[in-house]
């Protein structure tokens, strides 16, 4: 979805597939176990990186609630440190909204979006996040102008070095994980 020229997207592993990948998507095969601390990942996206030079890359928001997708961030911070890359994050949401400045009408590709979430079998085995991703995307569609959109995608979309200056300021903090249901008491 994200295939247009310029642009990387880099998943670090997969769990199942709709179609072929764009001609832009490049799979590093990271172990979702081990990968915030794999050097060997952030080395392969570091020589990724230097031989596309693209303009945007996009990445699960550093505040995902999901520990890969957090990890995601610290691949990146390793992968760029030291070197003289110059791209846009666009950093997009997973589990956790995120605070857009960024909306993309997807209107005509939400559909597709649902298919391919369907090849995560375990992550929406007891979480009807289908059902919640297409709630999500109706509300972001809320900010297009004059209605132009029944569903968008939100972004946060920075240039490299104020991403990684929020990511570095957020990563050292706890995230809660704790949830309350209502009608619940905590001490």
């Given at each position: 979805m994200h295939g247009e020229a310029g642009v990387l997207n880099v998943p670090l592993h997969t769990h199942g597939h709709l179609g072929p990948p764009a001609p832009s998507t490049h799979f590093l095969d990271g172990d979702p176990r081990s990968l915030e601390d794999s050097e060997e990942v952030a080395v392969r996206l570091r020589a990724l990186?230097?031989?596309?030079?693209?303009?945007?890359?996009?990445?699960?928001?550093?505040?995902?609630?999901?520990p890969d997708h957090r990890a995601s961030n610290a691949v990146l911070q390793r992968a760029v440190l030291g070197t003289s890359l110059d791209f846009e994050c666009r950093a997009y949401e997973?589990?956790?909204?995120?605070?857009?400045?960024?909306?993309?009408?997807?209107?005509?590709?939400?559909?597709?979006?649902?298919?391919?979430?369907?090849?995560?079998?375990?992550?929406?085995?007891?979480?009807?996040?289908?059902?919640?991703?297409?709630?999500?995307?109706?509300?972001?569609?809320?900010?297009?102008?004059?209605?132009?959109?029944?569903?968008?995608?939100?972004?946060?979309?920075?240039?490299l070095p104020e991403y990684l200056g929020l990511?570095?300021?957020?990563?050292?903090?706890?995230?809660?994980?704790?949830?309350?249901?209502?009608?619940?008491?905590?001490?």
């Open positions: 990186l230097q031989a596309v030079s693209p303009a945007i890359v996009y990445v699960p928001v550093f505040l995902d609630r999901h997973v589990w956790t909204p995120l605070v857009p400045n960024r909306l993309v009408r997807i209107d005509d590709v939400l559909e597709i979006k649902l298919q391919a979430l369907a090849c995560h079998a375990s992550q929406i085995a007891h979480t009807d996040f289908p059902h919640m991703i297409r709630g999500l995307n109706a509300y972001r569609a809320s900010a297009v102008p004059d209605g132009a959109a029944r569903f968008a995608e939100a972004f946060l979309a920075l240039p990511y570095r300021r957020f990563s050292s903090r706890e995230l809660p994980h704790r949830v309350q249901h209502s009608g619940s008491r905590t001490m």
